[in-house]
């Protein structure tokens, strides 16, 4: 099983940008879809954005033109560019990975491979 550590977490101010980081270990997750998702405190873990093998990309309706999801295959690790941030971006941010069977899924159930997760804190 693939173990995936994210970084690059930390306390912005609303408007500011920051990129997260996702590395694994253990073996290549080239070929897997990525993705990102976040828990905000007392809230449910939604979806974020995620890629899949091909480099497709795709992200949730709230993150559209804010967040940008990359790969960078050679050194097994997918970043997650957030700019234009706001409070309600507050949240503590997984990485996932899922097996390409599921393609281009959205579902954190499908998602087995998870790391400890990076908080973010978006300051008004």
């Known amino acids: 099983q693939v173990q995936l550590v994210e970084s690059g977490g930390g306390l912005v101010p609303a408007g500011g940008s920051l990129t997260l980081s996702c590395t694994a270990s253990?073996?290549?997750?080239?070929?897997?879809?990525v993705g990102w998702f976040r828990q905000p405190l007392g809230k449910e873990r939604e979806f974020v954005a995620a890629?899949?093998?091909?480099?497709?990309?795709y992200y949730a309706d709230s993150v559209k033109g804010r967040f940008t999801i990359s790969r960078d295959n050679a050194k097994n690790t997918v970043y997650l560019q957030i700019s234009s941030l706001k409070p309600e971006d507050t949240a503590v941010y997984y990485c996932?990975?899922?097996?390409?069977?599921?393609?281009?899924?959205?579902?954190?159930?499908?998602?087995?491979?998870w790391g400890q997760g990076t908080q973010v804190t978006v300051s008004s």
């Open positions: 996932a990975a899922a097996a390409p069977v599921w393609g281009t899924t959205t579902s954190s159930r499908d998602f087995g491979s």
């Open positions: 253990g073996r290549t997750f080239s070929s897997d879809t």
């Open positions: 890629t899949g093998w091909s480099g497709i990309t």
